[in-house]
């Protein structure tokens, strides 16, 4: 058995290790648990930081146990948030609990053995459990001055929204959660970020006094760019691990774009790469950090555990069409998913078939017929167009006479080019 608390020491990734945590794991096969919050049906990737704990974890010898929190996802958790955040219909929570075990499984085996992973709903067994019982069973252990002593709970009285009754309890539903699973499941760890401190140890705590066990906790560090910014951002909001929120490639462009520093940090985090190879690819790219292989090497790596290699060599195959010297044949080959993926937030416009068949010259489809998307006038167009300074589907234009007629990618496409940077989406119907 490899050294749990070790790996991900090295890896930059630990917080918080309760004393006795490193000798429970070493000593032998130990069942731990991350909670995932079903708000959203979809992960995002500053999930990745849990599950690559879980990954890690199971590697190393060990059995994970993901819950997907069909219950606390009723609740909310008040833990790094300064507002109460709208509670789900139990129709929408049951969705996207579906849609989380169906990512997660990409990640965990889940095949069996002793380290085989496991899956579980919380709802499943607080679905039953009566308030008056939860209150006389669970409440009673723990009393009000531990809970106010907790970080989140101080945070959220002293500001300007103050906490409601209902997240002030989460840390003991959490907690009841890690009791369910210590005496059900003889889960004897949990884990998490460093915001979930507070709640963790509020499970060990209840474990002790209700069951007089021994549980232990670990948290991970919470990651931060190196210029400041939050870490999972990107303009269009959150970065998903759903292809249909965010394309394969916009994935994969989130991580080759990463600074040198944060790569760095990253490829440790976010990668399986051990670390003699990690540290001569570091050096490797130190050399020349213009080639930018760090980069390349963690967006390959991540790009294909959480989509696939085929999707990552059409977001290699997209990177190349706007960024490389691509042809015709690279943009005919993006599927229609992809090409739209790709150029979204381009200008577009759309053309009738009629109207497209009888436009006589390309000068005329690039100005009049296409609303003036791509240039004003027809004069502006004729003399960028003799100055080599115009594609179509990557075909160099060099008359301004020339017929408008063109292979339309997906039968219904043109991609027009000005420049080196300057595309436009063409649309005809």
Not at 27 to 35: F, N, R
Not at 43 to 54: E, K, P
Not at 277 to 302: C, N, S, T, W, Y
Request: hydrophobic share 35%; glycine share 8%.
């Amino acid at each position: 058995m490899k050294n749990f608390v070790e790996e991900l020491r090295w890896r930059g990734m630990v917080h918080d290790v309760m004393p006795g945590t490193e000798e429970q794991l070493n000593k032998e096969v130990t069942a731990g648990y991350i909670g995932f919050d079903p708000t959203a049906d979809s992960l995002h990737i500053g999930h990745l930081v849990q599950i690559m704990t879980l990954v890690h974890f199971q590697r190393c010898g060990h059995k994970p146990v993901a819950l997907v929190g069909g219950a606390t996802g009723m609740v909310g958790d008040p833990s790094g948030k300064s507002a109460e955040r709208n509670l789900l219909s139990e129709d929408v929570l049951r969705h996207n609990v579906d849609c989380v075990r169906k990512q997660l499984e990409k990640f965990l085996d889940f095949t069996g053995g002793a380290s085989g992973a496991e899956m579980v709903n919380n709802y499943d067994w607080f679905k039953e459990f009566r308030f008056l019982d939860f209150i006389r069973d669970v409440g009673k252990h723990i009393t009000v001055n531990y809970m106010m002593a907790k970080d989140s709970v101080k945070k959220r009285l002293e500001g300007e929204n103050g906490l409601s009754f209902t997240e002030f309890t989460y840390q003991l539903v959490q907690g009841y959660d890690f009791l369910w699973l210590y005496d059900n499941k003889n889960c004897k760890i949990q884990m998490g970020g460093s915001d979930q401190w507070g709640n963790i140890v509020t499970g060990t705590e209840l474990i002790r006094r209700k069951s007089d066990g021994n549980a232990f906790a670990m948290t991970t560090k919470l990651i931060t760019k190196a210029d400041g910014t939050k870490f999972g951002k990107s303009e269009g909001g959150n970065v998903w691990l759903d292809p249909a929120k965010t394309s394969p490639y916009k994935f994969y462009q989130y991580w080759l774009n990463v600074s040198d520093e944060d790569a760095k940090n990253f490829i440790r985090i976010f990668t399986l790469k051990e670390r003699q190879e990690i540290e001569a690819l570091i050096a490797e790219h130190d050399q020349a950090p213009q080639e930018r292989k760090l980069q390349k090497a963690l967006a390959q790596d991540i790009t294909i555990r959480v989509h696939s290699e085929a999707e990552y060599t059409k977001a290699i195959q997209a990177s190349n069409v706007l960024f490389g010297n691509s042809t015709t044949e690279d943009l005919q080959g993006l599927d229609e998913g992809m090409l739209l993926s790709l150029f979204e937030g381009v200008p577009q416009t759309s053309i009738s078939r009629t109207d497209y068949d009888a436009t006589a010259t390309v000068t005329d489809l690039l100005s009049v017929a296409t609303g003036s998307l791509v240039f004003p006038s027809k004069g502006e167009a004729r003399k960028m167009i003799q100055a080599g300074g115009v594609s179509i589907n990557k075909v160099k234009l060099t008359d301004p006479n020339q017929k408008a007629s063109f292979d339309l990618l997906q039968n219904k496409y043109l991609i027009a080019q000005k420049g080196k940077k300057n595309y436009y989406l063409i649309t005809v119907q």
